[in-house]
């Protein structure tokens, strides 16, 4: 069974305060990976599609890498606005995708 | 472009009443899901269809009906509403995959659904 795992569940951080947060998985044969932004009363926003370990992708201030067990999005010198929870996904076959739970980021001015 | 569209955003219903969920999309995809998102757990998959006349079950079908006749529209039907249908349901669409690779989905803004 697919498994995702992310942490922290929650990160308060000052405005410009770089960090990172963690998506652990399993699955069996990965189809691809995905990372979500979830605004209050909306539906999540696609960021990042990774399919292979060592891949990585950029846009303004985050950053999403991949290894064979966990994947990173480095969120760098953030800005209010980046306040948010963050979702990871795995798809292990056909679009069959397996959520994590998320992390909620709070950036504070 | 609207992307994928819910109706109604939020409903009240009594327990044991019926209601179909809507949802439409315009890009043409032919891949449609419904996941349903309840407090401290992941999106869980209720419903999906690769293509119009093609539905299958999810992790969490039990209680819901679903039918694709077209490419845009993907209705969730609640067949006798119950408390603990209580959620927020997401409707997401997607190009489907390439190459064994699956495309990234593209989610509604959700309906917010309570059971009394």
């Known amino acids: 069974e697919d498994q995702v795992t992310q942490s922290p569940e929650a990160l308060r951080l000052q405005e410009g305060e770089s960090s990172s947060l963690n998506c652990s998985y399993t699955?069996?044969?990965?189809?691809?990976l995905f990372w979500y932004r979830q605004d209050p009363g909306k539906g999540p926003e696609f960021l990042f599609t990774l399919y292979s370990a060592g891949e990585e992708k950029e846009k303004e201030r985050l950053k999403a890498t991949l290894t064979k067990k966990e994947s990173f999005l480095h969120i760098t010198a953030p800005k209010p606005e980046d306040s948010a929870t963050y979702l990871c996904a795995v798809s292990g076959g056909y679009q069959k995708v397996t959520f994590g739970i998320g992390t909620k980021l709070q950036v504070i001015p | 472009n609207a992307g994928v569209t819910q109706t109604p955003k939020f409903q009240v219903l009594k327990t044991g009443q019926s209601m179909t969920l809507q949802c439409a999309q315009d890009?043409?995809?032919?891949?449609m899901s419904w996941y349903r998102q309840d407090p401290g757990m992941g999106l869980r998959l209720i419903h999906y269809s690769v293509g119009a006349g093609i539905t299958d079950q999810g992790e969490v079908p039990n209680g819901y009906n679903v039918s694709r006749s077209t490419t845009e529209d993907f209705p969730l039907r609640l067949l006798s509403a119950a408390p603990s249908q209580t959620s927020v349901y997401f409707c997401?669409?997607?190009?489907?995959?390439?190459?064994?690779?699956?495309?990234?989905?593209?989610f509604g803004d959700g309906t917010r659904l309570s059971i009394l």
């Open positions: 997401a669409s997607s190009s489907g995959h390439r190459d064994a690779k699956n495309q990234p989905q593209h």
């Open positions: 699955v069996s044969g990965l189809r691809g």
């Open positions: 890009m043409n995809h032919e891949y």
